[in-house]
């Protein structure tokens, strides 16, 4: 059955950087991976979205240029690069999988049909 696993999580310093690993297992990698989080009290939110090629990005305007989203396919991987940490960065990460055709990069909730139990970013102050 396919699934999921992040790696990465971790409590660090404002302006301090984390990578987050999303590892894919049981599917065919040739799918569109988003990272998503969930602060407390807040409504889970796509942060960052890659296509199965890794020819289309997407960042959410609070994450851009400082968060850098890549796969090595060879790996059934994904990875989240973070830097620049700012507290209100703190949530929990979670990585999603689905299929997409070419040229489409699906960022909602609902398109994505395979989940990641998720990975804890705290940045304190």
């Known amino acids: 059955q396919a699934h999921l696993v992040e790696s990465g999580g971790g409590s660090v310093q404002a302006g301090g950087s984390l990578e987050l690993s999303c590892v894919a297992f049981?599917?065919?990698?040739?799918?569109?991976v988003g990272w998503f989080r969930q602060a407390p009290g807040k409504e889970r939110e796509c942060v960052s979205a890659?296509?199965?090629?890794?020819?289309?990005?997407y960042y959410a305007d609070s994450v851009k240029g400082r968060f850098t989203i890549s796969r090595d396919n060879a790996k059934s991987t994904v990875y989240l690069q973070m830097n620049s940490l700012k507290p209100e960065d703190t949530a929990v990460y979670y990585c999603?999988?689905?299929?997409?055709?070419?040229?489409?990069?699906?960022?909602?909730?609902?398109?994505?049909?395979?989940w990641g139990q998720g990975t804890q970013v705290t940045v304190s102050s």
């Open positions: 999603a999988s689905t299929y997409a055709e070419i040229g489409e990069l699906p960022r909602l909730e609902g398109e994505f049909d395979t």
């Open positions: 890659i296509s199965w090629s890794g020819g289309l990005t």
């Open positions: 049981g599917q065919i990698f040739s799918y569109a």
